[in-house]
């Protein structure tokens, strides 16, 4: 049982390049999540997905899209990468029941530098 | 928007001290979970309170959501080395929504 997996570790991109990150889960979760991290700013979302076939934009979506194809899978893309998106990229994956505060379980996170 | 101010941001003590970390808002969530991140790791839940006033104890680590459900504060006594790392406090929103919102973060430091 891995959890909540990420790939790459990390990653280097000139501007303009694009790439995919892949988050997948073994625990049979609905919801799935993109997190950016940088410093002083905790935690932003950026998209997430209440289940297979559905996104939804969180707080910061702007220059990333996402796709839900497998339940297992959540996939996070740069079209044409920005320094700004420089940051350490985390994906989150929770029951998604209608219970409140659910525990959101985070993968290892994925270290991004864009030049 | 729904924003949590963590205070402080950074702190570094010695071991066996104890210390207290805050979560502030304006806003009302319907709960607080804290969270510990270790360097090259994604966070960990350590604690979920869902009722204002409510006190949870976790071992040497106190939590409590303010009464109003805007605030929230970790204390931990005698802290140890292992207690070292990033504490992220995150707020629920409406009931059913699963969206957290996290705050800024306090990076504790323990000095053996």
């Known amino acids: 049982n891995a959890g909540v997996t990420q790939t790459p570790k990390f990653r280097v991109l000139k501007t303009g390049q694009s790439m995919t990150l892949l988050c997948a889960q073994d625990?049979?979760?609905?919801?799935m999540y993109w997190y950016r991290q940088d410093p002083g700013m905790g935690l932003r979302l950026i998209h997430y997905?209440?289940?297979?076939?559905?996104?939804a934009k969180g707080e910061v979506p702007d220059g990333y899209n996402v796709s839900r194809l497998k339940k297992q899978n959540f996939l996070l893309g740069l079209e044409s990468a920005a320094p700004s998106q420089t940051s350490v990229y985390f994906c989150?994956?929770?029951?998604?029941?209608?219970?409140?505060?659910?525990?959101?379980?985070f993968g290892p996170g994925t270290r991004l530098t864009v030049l | 928007t729904q924003l949590l101010e963590q205070s402080p941001q950074f702190l570094s003590i010695q071991e066996g001290e104890n210390l207290t970390v805050y979560c502030n808002s304006s806003?009302?969530?319907?709960?607080l979970q804290w969270y510990r991140q270790e360097p090259g790791e994604g966070p960990v839940l350590l604690v979920t309170v869902v009722t204002g006033g409510e006190v949870k104890k976790l071992k040497r680590l106190t939590f409590q959501f303010g009464d109003a459900r805007k605030d929230s504060s970790l204390h931990i006594t005698a802290a140890q080395p292992g207690d070292t790392g990033l504490y992220l406090c995150?707020?629920?929103?409406?009931?059913?929504?699963?969206?957290?919102?996290f705050g800024t973060g306090t990076r504790l430091t323990i000095i053996p």
């Open positions: 625990m049979n979760h609905e919801y």
């Open positions: 806003s009302v969530f319907s709960s």
């Open positions: 995150a707020g629920g929103g409406t009931f059913g929504n699963e969206k957290l919102t």
């Open positions: 997905s209440v289940g297979e076939g559905t996104t």
């Open positions: 989150a994956s929770s029951y998604g029941q209608l219970v409140r505060a659910d525990t959101q379980y």
